[in-house]
C-alpha cells in the first residue's frame, strides 16, 4: 500500500517556466489538499480537492492552478514560476475532514525557482 | 487573525521529559492535532484532542484546554530517535487545518 505519491522529489526551475507536481493516493480519499512549507511558517494551504471534479483555493493560492479529473490524482501547477515558490510542497489526502481525521502525507517535493 | 504559537526549539536529555506547548487563537475549533516531522520527511500523525483533558498513547502525551487556548505534548523516556520538529494544528469553524511554524527538538545523549 502505497499511501501518497508525489513526483518529482526535486526539481530545478528558471523564473517564467511552467511545470506540474503529480499527487497520487491509493486509498480511495475523497479529500486532497496541497500545502507549501517554509523555513519558520506553518503548512500553508495552496487549494484543496473534496471530490473527484471539484477544487477550491486555500490561503496562499495566487500563481497555482489544480486540477481533480480523477479521484486518485491532484495535479498542482506552476504557470510562470516565481523565486518566491521555492519552496517544499506536500500533498495530502484524508477520508473525511470530522473526527479524528488524519491527513497522510506525500513525502514532499523540492521545488527550487532561480 | 488567526494564529498558533509554539516554540521555535527545544532541547532535551536522552531518558528524559519534554513538554511541548502550544496556544491558539482560531475562529471556532473542531479538534486539535500534534504531527511529528522528521527532517526532509512528511509530518506523520501522533494525537488528536478535542474534550478537555489528557490523551495518553504510549510514551506520547497530549492535553487540550479549550477555554485557556491551550494544548501540550508531553514525550517521556526520549529517546534518540524522537528528534524531529512536532507541529501543533487547530481545525477552525470552517474545518480547515491551522499550523504552528512547529517546535525542534533536539535530544542530547
Known amino acids: 500500500n502505497a499511501g501518497v505519491t508525489q513526483t518529482p522529489k526535486f526539481r530545478v526551475l528558471k523564473t517564467g517556466q511552467s511545470m506540474t507536481l503529480l499527487c497520487a493516493q491509493d486509498?480511495?480519499?475523497?479529500?486532497m489538499y496541497w500545502y507549501r512549507q517554509d523555513p519558520g511558517m506553518g503548512l500553508r494551504l495552496i487549494h484543496y480537492?473534496?471530490?473527484?471534479?471539484?477544487?477550491a483555493k486555500g490561503e496562499v493560492p495566487d500563481g497555482y492552478n489544480v486540477s481533480r479529473l480523477k479521484k486518485q490524482n491532484f495535479l498542482l501547477g506552476l504557470e510562470s514560476a516565481a523565486p518566491s515558490q521555492t519552496s517544499v510542497y506536500f500533498c495530502?489526502?484524508?477520508?473525511?475532514?470530522?473526527?479524528?481525521?488524519?491527513?497522510?502525507f506525500g513525502a514532499g517535493s523540492r521545488l527550487t525557482v532561480l | 487573525g488567526q494564529n498558533i504559537d509554539q516554540p521555535t526549539e527545544m532541547t532535551a536529555t536522552e531518558g528524559a521529559i519534554v513538554q511541548i506547548n502550544c496556544t491558539y487563537q482560531?475562529?471556532?475549533?473542531?479538534?486539535l492535532f500534534w504531527y511529528q516531522q522528521h527532517a526532509g520527511e512528511a509530518p506523520t500523525f501522533l494525537s488528536y484532542?478535542?474534550l478537555d483533558g489528557l490523551e495518553e498513547k504510549g510514551r506520547f502525551s497530549s492535553f487540550l484546554s479549550r477555554s485557556k487556548g491551550y494544548s501540550y505534548l508531553l514525550l517521556k523516556e526520549l529517546q534518540m530517535k524522537d528528534s524531529a520538529s512536532y507541529l501543533c494544528?487547530?481545525?477552525?469553524?470552517?474545518?480547515?487545518?491551522?499550523w504552528g511554524a512547529g517546535t525542534k527538538l533536539i535530544i542530547k545523549p
Open positions: 495530502a489526502s484524508s477520508p473525511t475532514v470530522s473526527g479524528a481525521n488524519v491527513l497522510t
Open positions: 486509498m480511495n480519499h475523497e479529500y
Open positions: 480537492s473534496v471530490g473527484e471534479g471539484t477544487t
Open positions: 482560531t475562529s471556532g475549533f473542531n479538534g
Open positions: 484532542n478535542v
Open positions: 494544528a487547530v481545525r477552525d469553524s470552517n474545518y480547515q487545518l491551522i
